[in-house]
């Protein structure tokens, strides 16, 4: 039997995807005892996007699934699908990518992710997101055009210390420190164009520079992944063990989910 399981938040055309099949809301699920209840050739679709994936890995120790789970696309962030080039609209099997999950603590918790772990303005424009979607539900969130507001005047940049394997790095005008298992970031950044996700490390991008006008003028090399030519104000990190501190608390978002005035993460890849 398959099943198919559904982000409330994220449930657009999955109908005529599957006419008349059973839907199960699984943020009123509890997965521990679904996955126990399963037999052993019942398959699973989440169908979502990155927040999905993001919550089935922390309510769930994924390695010890031992059906098959695919992902239907069709959140408001891909990330995911975008790194492992395939599209919404289909089911992808997720099974390969659910081993070895690098693991962010943050306050105290710890947290598997399957995109990123982001400081920053990023961070900044997840919060600002979630408040325009309290507000207005329906609207569609312009993550570029929270971006440049957050460049011109709403973000500061803070100062970072960072560690990566034992090394550490000191910078000034940071506006963003992720720890990258893919790719992508923000629905469609590059932020780590050369990040492999089936390697045995992360990818920590320090994004800097003094000059806000600057910072604006080349944000749009991201999104082609060309920023990271600019070695006067971006940093390329590899590393298993990475710690990021921040001189003022941020936001931070873990696959597009938020978590409000952090000053210091860790993420570590198994």
Excluded at 36 to 50: R, S, T
Excluded at 101 to 116: C, H, I
Aim: with cysteine.
């Amino acid at each position: 039997m398959k099943y198919y399981l559904y982000n409330p938040l994220a449930n657009n055309g999955i109908k005529s995807h599957v006419p008349g099949a059973e839907l199960i809301d699984a943020s009123k699920l509890d997965y521990h005892d679904f996955f126990e209840g399963l037999n052993e050739d019942d398959e699973v679709v989440l169908i979502g996007g990155d927040g999905t994936v993001n919550y089935l890995i922390n309510h769930v120790d994924p390695e010890k699934i031992k059906n098959n789970i695919y992902l239907f696309g069709n959140g408001t962030g891909n990330d995911f699908l975008n790194d492992i080039n395939e599209k919404p609209g289909r089911e992808v099997l997720l099974n390969p990518y659910l081993v070895n999950l690098p693991v962010a603590t943050v306050k105290g918790k710890e947290y598997r992710f399957v995109d990123n772990m982001s400081f920053g303005i990023d961070g900044y424009c997840c919060e600002e997101a979630d408040k325009i979607k309290a507000k207005k539900p329906n609207k569609k969130i312009n993550y570029t055009a929270i971006a440049i507001k957050g460049l011109l005047y709403a973000f500061k940049p803070r100062h970072a210390w960072v560690e990566v394997d034992g090394r550490e790095y000191e910078f000034d005008n940071c506006w963003l420190a992720p720890a990258m298992k893919g790719r992508y970031c923000g629905g469609g950044m590059m932020l780590a164009p050369g990040q492999d996700r089936m390697s045995d490390k992360l990818t920590v991008i320090i994004y800097m520079s003094r000059s806000k006008i600057k910072s604006l003028k080349n944000f749009p090399l991201i999104f082609e992944g060309k920023h990271v030519e600019l070695t006067d104000m971006v940093k390329v990190i590899p590393g298993k063990k990475i710690h990021v501190r921040f001189s003022e608390p941020c936001a931070v978002q873990i696959d597009g989910e938020t978590i409000l005035d952090v000053t210091e993460y860790w993420a570590e890849q198994k």
